[in-house]
Nanobody, 119 residues
Framework: QVQLAESGGGLVQAGGSLRLSCEASGSIASIAMGWFRQAPGKEREWVASISVGGLTKYADSVKGRFTISRDNSKNTVYLQMNSLQPKDTSVYYC??????????????WGQGTQVTVSS
């Protein structure tokens, strides 16, 4: 079991950048990690993910602007967000999925960090 803690959110002008960090309380080496976001009145949506082996995937809405990365030595996952737009305003959540042979997957969630992009 690990706990996830996001940081790095804040207020930024359109066109600006932010880097979110997600620090885990334990090793993430065997955990696939990802970022989700939820805007007011909307459902939580997937943003990006990175596998245990480092393969990355992105939602079409952020492809080419956001970059997910992981540093297992620091038990931390990052989301570099460039060319931010007002539509990116959301609470961003870090997530992890640990797959276990012969047992259900274990999902982890952070508390979220607010990102606000002003026009």
């Amino acid at each position: 079991q690990v706990q996830l803690a996001e940081s790095g959110g804040g207020l930024v002008q359109a066109g600006g950048s932010l880097r979110l960090s997600c620090e885990a309380s334990g090793s993430i080496a065997s955990i696939a990690m990802g970022w989700f976001r939820q805007a007011p009145g909307k459902e939580r949506e997937w943003v990006a993910s990175i596998s245990v082996g480092g393969l990355t995937k992105y939602a079409d809405s952020v492809k080419g602007r956001f970059t997910i990365s992981r540093d297992n030595s620091k038990n931390t996952v990052y989301l570099q967000m460039n060319s931010l737009q007002p539509k990116d305003t959301s609470v961003y959540y870090c997530s992890g999925r640990q797959m276990q042979l012969g047992a259900p997957n274990v999902d982890y969630w952070g508390q979220g960090t607010q990102v606000t992009v002003s026009s």
